[in-house]
């Protein structure tokens, strides 16, 4: 791999021992996908921040380096809402925990938010080049904004935040970002929202698996966009999806190459996922709420009381940027927490069954915290929480 003066200096160990193990193995992840040199990262986003994912042994990892990032860095979400833990009912001793997996990140010079939506926080742009992790983020940057990312694991993400690089193969490269299948969607009487959107990449990334597909039939908005790509990032590994007429890498219909795979995805195959088991909680923000998602709950619950646990999950940036709107929606009783999820907090384990609008929530809860889940729309979800019986 070719590489530049500075880095040879880094690999010799002259900037110290944590930038030298970092940039081997940077090195060592290109040679493995035979990327030819190091491309220079505009941020970085680190997962494997959840002490329930990385447990004690990740936590003696993290403190044994000794280094600063290099460029903007975020982490992914972590176990709890840092400075609500207690409101949320974190046990206190997991709390410790987390609390000090945060701070041997803050101490790597990783900014202290832990969200899936670093595009709300961070200026990021057409053909940049990052190094995310959490795979609903790489989905979005690399389909919806046009930048360039691989799904990097926690380590390598780490390791370019701290060296500002990255290997230049898989996305990176133009040549992998063309389309590998053709999805024609027909729902003409299906309002699409996001729950719906959501249950489409629920079904999408069950039959495209890692191919790049091209969507025909559908105008989704951002966040519905957002929804997609989550939710086929989670049942299938797709990291770039184009949607004619919409996303930025989208070509002309009539150059796709004739020989491409075609599928047909109708309304009756997502009606299925639409269920109405009781459940003890809903959920929403998987991925994290955007503004206009938290002006819309606040709309839908106004002048209601909410009758059983409704968890809402945003960046802390969006969080305090919408602080009016996120007051209005805890006037119902739901609570509005940052840094955590339905997914990553130990908090949900205590429910039999959750609601939730998103398909990468339907497809990681069951697994993740041992519990039944049900889409709905966010109409659906509000009317569930703030009726009597569950149903
Ligand atoms: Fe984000 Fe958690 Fe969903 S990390 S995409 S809210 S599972």
């Not at 979400?77 to 949320?88: A, H, L, V």
């Not at 983020?137 to 390598?156: D, F, H, K, L, W």
């Not at 079904?203 to 966009?225: S, Y």
Request: proline share 6%; net charge negative.
């Amino acid at each position: 791999m070719e590489l530049a003066r500075d880095d040879e200096r880094i690999l010799a160990g002259e900037e110290g021992p944590t930038r030298q193990q970092m940039l081997e193995l940077l090195v060592a992840l290109g040679k493995v996908f035979g990327a030819e040199r190091l491309v220079p990262i505009r941020s970085a986003q680190v997962s494997g921040a959840s002490y329930k994912t990385i447990g004690e042994y990740g936590l003696e990892w993290l403190r044994s380096l000794d280094a600063k990032a290099v460029v903007p860095a975020i982490l992914n979400p972590i176990g709890m809402p840092r400075g609500r833990w207690e409101e949320m009912g974190v046990d206190p001793v997991f709390a410790g925990k987390q609390e000090e997996v945060v701070a041997a990140y803050e101490r790597l010079g990783v900014t202290l938010e832990c969200t899936c939506t670093p595009y709300y926080l961070y200026q990021t742009g057409f053909g940049d080049h990052l190094a995310w992790s959490e795979s609903s983020a790489v989905s979005y940057a690399n389909s919806v904004i046009g930048a360039r990312t691989n799904r990097e694991g926690g380590p390598g993400a780490l390791a370019a935040a701290l060296i500002g690089k990255t290997p230049c193969y898989g996305f990176h490269l133009a040549a992998n970002r063309k389309p590998s299948i053709v999805i024609d969607v027909a729902m003409p009487n299906r309002k699409m929202g996001m729950a719906e959107y959501g249950a489409l990449g629920y079904h999408a990334g069950k039959l495209v698996g890692n191919r790049v597909p091209f969507f025909r039939g559908i105008r989704p908005d951002t966040d519905q966009l957002k929804a997609l790509g989550a939710a086929m990032a989670a049942t299938g590994a797709v990291a770039l999806y184009h949607v004619e007429g919409v996303t930025p890498e989208a070509r002309d219909p009539a150059a796709l190459p004739a020989s491409l795979e075609m599928i047909a995805i109708e309304a009756a195959e997502l009606e299925a996922l639409f269920t109405d088991v009781p459940v003890d909680a809903v959920a929403v923000g998987c991925p994290h709420c955007s503004p206009a998602e938290l002006e819309e709950l606040s709309r839908l619950l106004a002048g209601k009381i909410v009758t059983m646990p409704f968890y809402v999950f945003a960046a802390q940036g969006v969080i305090d940027r919408n602080q009016k709107t996120v007051d209005r929606i805890e006037k119902s009783g739901a609570r509005v927490f940052a840094d955590t999820c339905m997914v990553v907090s130990p908090v949900m384990e205590q429910y039999s069954a959750i609601m939730v609008n998103s398909g990468k929530a339907l497809a990681y809860v069951p697994d993740m915290c041992g519990a039944v889940a049900r889409m709905g729309t966010i109409e659906e979800c509000v009317r569930v929480a703030t009726s009597r019986g569950s149903g």
